[in-house]
């Protein structure tokens, strides 16, 4: 081939390459056609082949032609790519959107059941002039147990059930050393409730090492068990939202004398024997019983002159009673498809 055949047949590939490239729509076809011109077996290579053949004065008019075809086939394939890439943007800008379709609904969040209970039954307590009350959860043992007159020996200190800190602090196992706190730093008359996590070493399908009590104290002059009964029926009552009863079943706490074990009638049967009661028409929500002398005597208060009542409940009971939750752990997991239940 002459060299004038040659730069003809380069100047065609250039054209050839514009036709084949200008309807592909993506870019590995169109790299796939740079591949089939340029590349080593490509066309233009099989033209260059011819090049040695050449007299040497006219190989640089032919070498000049295939960097101008390689560099118009380059140009092509900027081009068709720059192309296709304003397209997909017009396309996108084009999509129609249907303004009228119904918004996606946005999750909304609300309390937690437990915090929601607590404020509920603070708030009942208060129509009664009950104030709420506040203690660390860290405590000190004389705090939780001594001022409480526990002894070393009770139950309660027991190391399966206190999770100790140090010798002298401890988590607190029970909310009543707000009861300590209050009547240390308060004249009576007293009437407050602490809400607030305790803690035990404790774990099953009814118990977690840590959940939620609410504590009532009140001293004052000539208070007597039928107030604390009083107090806590117009609690149950009012928290259930229907009338229910309350029975205190003589019982043992250090820090109180007498003391008794709340009973409410069961919320789910009203008292005629179900599952959730066990058949007895009872349930049971607390301890409760009248201050004993010697915790007025650890907190400075006249127990000549003043009495009180103190009753401390669980409130995730509370909540599985009105709400039928059956298991603790429900609480704590954060498990939406739960909390939004409530
Ligand atoms: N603190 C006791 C407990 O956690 C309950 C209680 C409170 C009992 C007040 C009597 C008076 O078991």
Known sequence: MSANELI???????????SVIQPLSDEQAIRAAQAQFLGKKGKVSEVMKELSKLPPADRPLVGAAVNKVKQTIEEQVCRR???????????????VVDVTLPARPVPQGHLHLLTQVRLEAVQIFSELGFVVADGPQIETDWHTFEALAIPKDHPARDMQDTFYLSEEIVLRTHTSPVQVRTMLTQAPPIRIVAPGHVYRRDDDPTHSPMFTQIEGLA??????????????????SRFFQKELTVRLRPSYFP?????AEVDMQCSFCGGSGCRLCKGTGWVEIGGAGVVDPD??????????????????????RMAMLRHGVNDIKFYYEGDVRFLEQF
């Open 8 to 18: 003809a047949n380069l100047d065609k590939l250039g054209d050839e390459f514009l």
């Open 295 to 316: 915790v007025f005597a650890h907190c400075k208060i006249d127990s000549e002159k003043y009495t009180g009542f103190a009753f401390g409940m669980g409130l995730e």
């Open 255 to 259: 820090f109180v004398e007498p003391g």
């Open 81 to 95: 790519l720059g192309e296709l890439t304003a397209l997909a943007a017009k396309a996108d800008l084009a999509r």
């Open 219 to 236: 001293v004052d002059e000539g208070l007597s068990f039928a107030d604390l009964k009083g107090v806590l029926i117009h609690f149950v």
